[in-house]
């Protein structure tokens, strides 16, 4: 287990991550441990300036400058890792690779399967190196069977995983989800993934490793579909369904996306069980709500569109955060469809929680990212510093921690390994 | 081989909110005891049951996410049920609850005087808006916080007059779940050199809201709103479609259409090789694309040249769907080099055949039905001690006796406890 001076107080600061993840299903993953002090090094392609990961370099920017260090999406991904290039297509940049394994207790990277092996670096050279090391693989289908070869993005896993049919609304082609859940998602197993083997090792001094496919870990979030497939052969591809405002699993009525008063304007009403039903009719208080036939579950699930049509003519009228409250305070389940702005810049609740930290990048500046959903009561996680720039700690990675001089390190540079 | 959780001991107090981070827990080889109500946890009443006959012991919802664990009853509002708790709570390395913030401690199961006692213990608390939010109190449901934490603004079709979609499947509490383990293994690394347990909050609204990819950095970074569009990623500016039915009615999705010249190359053997040169007479643009450099996605719109050729690509991959079934037109369009994704319905994954050399789907013994079930296999695939599907959801006390065997009570103590309604 290797040590970071004067950083022992930080829940991971023992782990070192030889880092090769990117775009946001690898790098989300070790954006997590490094938020807890681990020490991540990413390793990026001199050659290439780091462009394998799509992001390093595009829009967002704060300002009018560009280049391959100002991407606002890269360093919302990249924030407290440590950045290194190194050019593995020389026999040098190899050998150093070899001596940053044989000091590291993880190996992570999201290429396609296969290309660690082609690079000199797959499982069985990486264990050689160092025989108790963590190697984290993370691909579209992982690295056998046969779809091993073919390569997924985000709404792709999403696609094959049968995500995006489950977002949808009956008689409509699937809408899917408007972001990589995926990416985001596939980051969480992959960052389990770490932890759970660094947990197995810590008790049994064993390495391994493990081959993540996230179109798998996808497809495990659908699960009573599946079970309502295998056991009672009822596919959710039939007419009517899906239809994802609605919950079936548990039955609610009304349950749904209603329209609110203005431009593009909506409110979520969930009523759980006849309380909330009847607590959602003091506040509506229309004809409807008073219905005999509406009064049990049983009776609003039988007449669920016309339930729908009633409540969206009482909310069409009506201002959607203001009717949210309502009926929030009567103790019915109920949300405005948050904007970005809404959420981010208006919900005491976020910034309560520091979900937006501002961190201090080399070449942005001041810049704010995603926090992090949790509190650790002792040690919690910390964002100050932004992403890398290409090569920022080339000096400290290869100095300090392997030991080359400066005159070495600037030849290296001269001759293109870093 | 065991899971790489083997050893770990966690208590779980049924919830909807923990239900799932406890299925994790318990496939990776932590033995979960799963503690619920003498009625049976909420959970039980939650549909598809099997054969649609509604039965605490037939909700697939509970089947689904209780797998691997054990199951005990106890009521935690009875005389002696809290004090029975804490006597779990002393064995256990880390506590999963969902309460709303304020129940347990009024039981007399406080969080922060049980970590005070027990100094090892890890206590993970999953809540709608955090322990001590400004609206720890309010209601909640996986819908209401997807649309307030920010997911639902970006999914939905580009008619606006459409309502947003939630995307199925509880994924708001399944990304809450996420965060509760990966949280909690930390905070087991640290005990490993620490020796201190401590308390994990985890905030569900708050995880919705840093689960938005773009929506949220494009107000943070430039102060733009990203707008939602059909099958792809919601954006500030308009982007061009990338899902399209094939010739069975299906759709799929059509990734980011070719950039690179070997990409064009690919896409006009594949008109060429299903004779669609006639009904395709822009294929001359596929060769433009052939012969020119890679595409500068920043040139479409501004370059007609480059945006024609783009677009010839996207009409390309159109015409070949249209053509085609939708997973003879995935895979043929993959093994082509071209990135492309079949939308399957969650039933379809168990039966393609990639999930299925891979030991996806597992068959888990049903004892109660005389048969195995099928179910979604594991998340992560670990080599040395893999995950797994020990065994099917615990039926309501079923090990009662042996886990309260381990605090010591007998058959006797068991069957007063049963009479004072408290397991």
Redesign the interface.
């Known amino acids: 287990v290797s040590t970071t001076p004067g950083s022992d107080a930080r829940?991971?600061s023992?782990?070192r991550i030889c880092d090769f993840t990117g775009q946001?299903a690898g790098a989300g993953a070790t954006r997590?441990l490094a938020a807890?002090g681990a020490q991540v090094i990413r390793i990026e392609d001199p050659v290439r300036q780091g462009r394998w990961d799509i992001l390093r370099g595009t829009?967002?920017?704060?300002d009018e400058r560009r280049g391959i260090d100002l991407g606002?999406?890269f360093?919302?991904h990249n924030v407290e890792k440590l950045g290194i290039t190194l050019n593995l297509k020389t026999a040098r940049g190899r050998e150093l690779l070899e001596r940053l394994v044989r000091v590291s207790d993880v190996v992570t990277e999201n290429f396609a399967s296969g290309v660690m092996d082609r690079l000199g670096f797959g499982w069985e050279r990486l264990r050689e190196l160092r025989p108790d090391v963590i190697y984290v693989s993370n691909s579209g289908?992982?690295a056998?069977?046969?779809?091993r070869?073919?390569?997924?993005?985000?709404?792709?896993?999403?696609?094959?995983?049968?995500?995006?049919?489950?977002?949808?609304?009956p008689d409509?082609?699937?809408?899917?989800?408007?972001?990589?859940?995926m990416?985001?998602?596939g980051g969480?197993?992959m960052?389990?993934?770490v932890?759970?083997?660094?947990?197995?090792r810590?008790?049994?001094g064993?390495?391994?490793?493990?081959?993540?496919?996230c179109?798998?870990?996808g497809?495990?979030?659908?699960?009573?579909?599946?079970?309502?497939?295998?056991?009672?052969h009822?596919?959710?591809?039939r007419p009517g369904s899906?239809h994802?405002?609605r919950?079936?699993?548990?039955?609610?009525a009304p349950?749904?996306?209603?329209?609110a008063r203005g431009d593009?304007r909506?409110l979520?009403?969930?009523c759980?069980d006849d309380a909330?039903w009847g607590a959602l009719g003091r506040v509506v208080a229309r004809p409807f709500t008073g219905e005999a036939r509406f009064a049990d579950l049983a009776g609003r699930l039988a007449a669920e569109d016309e339930l729908d049509d009633a409540l969206a003519a009482w909310t069409r009228e009506r201002d959607a955060a203001a009717t949210?409250r309502a009926l929030?305070e009567a103790?019915?389940?109920?949300?405005?469809?948050?904007?970005?702005?809404e959420?981010?810049e208006h919900?005491?609740?976020?910034s309560?929680?520091g979900?937006?930290p501002e961190v201090e990048h080399t070449a942005i500046g001041r810049?704010?990212?995603?926090?992090?959903?949790?509190?650790?009561?002792?040690?919690d996680w910390e964002m100050k510093r932004g992403a890398p720039c290409l090569g920022e700690h080339n000096a400290q990675v290869f100095g300090d921690l392997l030991g080359l001089a400066p005159e070495e390190i600037d030849a290296l540079r001269a001759e293109g390994v870093i | 081989m065991s899971g790489?959780?083997?050893?770990?001991r966690v208590l779980e107090l049924a919830h909807e909110r923990t239900a799932f981070a406890g299925k994790?827990l318990a496939d990776?080889g932590a033995d979960v005891v799963l503690v619920e109500p003498p009625a049976g946890a909420a959970q039980r009443?939650?549909?598809?049951f099997?054969?649609?006959r509604p039965d605490p012991e037939r909700s697939?919802?509970f089947?689904?996410?209780n797998t691997s664990k054990r199951g005990i009853t106890l009521d935690l509002a009875a005389p002696r049920g809290a004090s029975l708790a804490g006597d779990l709570i002393a064995r256990a390395d880390v506590v999963l609850e969902g309460e709303t913030p304020g129940r347990l401690a009024a039981l007399g199961l406080d969080a922060e005087a049980l970590?005070a006692r027990h100094a090892r213990l890890v206590w993970v608390s999953v809540t709608p808006?955090?322990r001590s939010?400004?609206?720890a109190a309010?209601?909640?449901?996986?819908?209401?916080?997807?649309?307030?934490?920010?997911?639902?603004?970006?999914?939905?079709?580009d008619d606006?007059t459409?309502?947003?979609?939630?995307?199925?499947?509880n994924?708001g509490l399944?990304?809450?779940a996420?965060?509760?383990?990966?949280?909690l293994?930390?905070?087991?690394?640290?005990r490993?050199?620490?020796g201190?347990g401590?308390?994990?909050?985890?905030?569900?609204?708050?995880?919705c809201?840093?689960?938005?990819?773009?929506?949220?950095?494009?107000?943070?970074?430039?102060?733009?709103?990203?707008q939602?569009?059909?099958?792809?990623?919601?954006t500030v500016m308009r982007t061009s479609s990338?899902?399209t039915?094939c010739a069975d009615g299906r759709?799929?999705?059509t990734?980011?259409p070719p950039r690179r010249p070997e990409e064009f190359g690919r896409l006009h053997r594949w008109v060429r090789d299903l004779g669609l040169e006639a009904e395709y007479p822009e294929a001359f643009l596929l060769e433009m694309g052939m012969r020119r450099e890679h595409i500068d996605l920043t040139q479409i719109g501004q370059d007609p040249e480059v945006t024609a050729i783009f677009g010839a690509g996207r009409d390309a991959i159109v015409l070949i769907a249209s053509k085609l079934p939708a997973v003879e037109f995935f895979r043929e369009a993959?093994t082509r080099?071209l990135?492309?994704?079949?939308?399957?319905?969650?039933?379809?994954?168990?039966d393609?055949?990639?999930?299925v050399?891979?030991g996806?789907?597992v068959e888990v013994e049903h004892e109660d039905l005389g048969r195995s079930?099928?179910?979604?296999?594991?998340?992560?695939?670990?080599?040395?001690?893999p995950m797994r599907i020990a065994r099917r959801a615990p039926r309501l006390g079923e090990h009662n006796v042996e886990v309260y065997a381990e605090l010591g009570l007998g058959a006797r103590d068991l069957a007063t406890l049963r009479g004072e309604g408290v397991v």
């Not at chain 1, 810049?367 to 650790?376: A, E, I, Q, S, Y």
């Not at chain 2, 459409?162 to 499947?169: D, E, H, Q, S, T």
């Not at chain 2, 996420?178 to 949280?183: E, K, L, P, Q, R």
């Not at chain 2, 293994?185 to 640290?190: C, D, G, H, V, Y």
């Open positions: 829940a991971l023992h782990v946001l997590y807890f829009s967002p920017f704060v606002g999406a360093n919302n289908f992982g056998s069977g046969p779809y070869r073919f390569k997924t993005w985000g709404p792709i896993v999403q696609a094959i995983s049968g995500l995006t049919f489950t977002a949808g609304l409509q082609e699937p809408a899917g989800w408007g972001f990589s859940y990416d985001h998602t969480s197993y960052a389990m993934a932890l759970m083997a660094l947990y197995h810590a008790r049994t064993e390495g391994q490793w493990v081959d993540m496919s179109t798998e870990a497809a495990t979030l659908n699960g009573p579909a599946m079970l309502d497939w295998t056991v009672n009822r596919p959710m591809r899906p994802a405002n919950n079936a699993w548990p039955a609610m349950h749904g996306i209603y329209p593009d909506w979520a009403i969930a759980r909330d949210a929030v103790g019915v389940p109920a949300a405005s469809v948050a904007r970005p702005e959420r981010i919900d005491p609740n976020t309560a929680w979900l937006w810049v704010r990212v995603d926090g992090l959903p949790v509190h650790l009561s002792r040690t | 790489p959780l083997d050893g770990l994790l990776a009443t939650h549909a598809p099997v054969d649609d697939l919802s089947w689904h996410y970590l808006f955090g939010a400004p609206r309010e209601p909640a449901t996986d819908l209401t916080l997807l649309a307030g934490g920010g997911p639902v603004w970006s999914c939905g079709y606006h459409l309502p947003p979609v939630r995307g199925g499947g994924q399944h990304t809450g996420h965060h509760a383990v990966m949280a293994l930390i905070a087991l690394l640290e490993e050199r620490s201190r401590q308390l994990v909050d985890v905030n569900v609204h708050a995880a809201n840093v689960t938005t990819e773009m929506a949220s950095y494009e107000w943070l970074v430039a102060r733009a709103t990203v939602r569009q059909t099958g792809r990623h919601a990338s899902q039915r759709h799929v999705n990734g980011v993959q080099g990135p492309v994704g079949v939308i399957y319905a969650p039933e379809e994954v168990l393609d055949p990639h999930f050399a891979r996806f789907p079930v099928t179910y979604p296999g594991t998340p992560i695939r670990f080599l040395g001690s």
